[in-house]
Nanobody, 124 residues
Framework: QVELVETGGGLVQAGGSLTLSCEVSGGTFSLYAMGWFRQAPGKEREFVAA????????DYIDSVKGRFTISRDNDKNIVYLRMNRLKPDDTAVYYCAADRTPIPQRLAIKYEYWGQGTQVTVSS
């Protein structure tokens, strides 16, 4: 049974930074591509960033390029999302997800395993 646990969310002022972590247990983390998604109130879940199994490839939505960085530590089974210059529009519940194929994907349906989410609130 694969379990994903996100931590690091919270309340931050616009312009501030947060780092989200997602620890994976029960599976072969080093073989999975990992993704971060978010869902704001009243909106659909959207792709934010993804990283390949070895960290060699990453992908971001345009609205976070240059502000967010996804990374992973395969020794610790953790994927991170460093978020800088946060904006109120970044407010959402952030979810990490694992895909048993090694290449980063944008489609949520491609991911087999999901965490419970962590709330990020950016005040103006």
């Amino acid at each position: 049974q694969v379990e994903l646990v996100e931590t690091g969310g919270g309340l931050v002022q616009a312009g501030g930074s947060l780092t989200l972590s997602c620890e994976v247990s029960g599976g072969t983390f080093s073989l999975y591509a990992m993704g971060w998604f978010r869902q704001a109130p009243g909106k659909e879940r959207e792709f934010v960033a993804a990283i390949s199994w070895n960290g060699g490839r990453s992908d971001y939505i345009d609205s976070v390029k240059g502000r967010f960085t996804i990374s992973r530590d395969n020794d610790k089974n953790i994927v991170y999302l460093r978020m800088n210059r946060l904006k109120p529009d970044d407010t959402a519940v952030y979810y990490c997800a694992a895909d048993r194929t090694p290449i980063p994907q944008r489609l949520a349906i491609k991911y087999e395993y999901w965490g419970q989410g962590t709330q990020v609130t950016v005040s103006s």
